[in-house]
């Protein structure tokens, strides 16, 4: 996992907010390869139910694991989930699936993602999070 990105020397506040971005999503990814030393449990899904809430979107427990009912304005908070939790696939399933996928997954590895476009409500499922 790289480093930090380095804050731009000018201050346009476009690249600031640019610059910003990036090194959050870096410090994410930074996160979620600490998380990836261990087993998904109680406390990673703890926190990954405490990151959801941070950025406003509520997760469902079902047995196909945590299940979020994103709006599309939620793509980016899906894909800091998708970095700071690294277990396993993220299924993007129904309607808008390939567009949410293509926001979601912004500089993330594109084979994590599985996207099943369909007629039916937009859901997000991270399997690997299941809780009994």
């Known amino acids: 996992v790289a480093a930090l990105p380095a804050a731009p020397d000018d201050r346009d506040p476009t690249a600031l907010l640019a610059a910003a971005e990036a090194r959050h999503r870096a410090a994410l990814a930074l996160l ?3 998380r990836a030393t261990r087993d998904v449990g109680p ?5 990954f139910l405490e990151a959801a809430a941070e950025r406003s ?3 469902e427990r079902r047995s196909e694991g945590l299940v979020l009912e994103p709006e599309v304005r939620h793509a980016g908070a899906i894909g800091d989930l998708a970095r700071a939790f690294p277990h396993g696939a993220v299924v993007i399933r129904g309607r808008g699936a390939r567009r949410f996928a293509d926001v979601a997954r912004r500089d993330l590895d594109a084979a994590r993602f599985v996207v099943e476009e369909s007629g039916d409500p937009l859901i997000v499922v991270f399997p690997d999070y299941v809780t009994h």
Not at 43 to 47: G, N, R, T
Request: net charge positive.
């Open 43 to 47: 406390a990673i899904i703890a926190s």
């Open 57 to 59: 979107l509520s997760v």
């Open 32 to 34: 979620g390869a600490r």
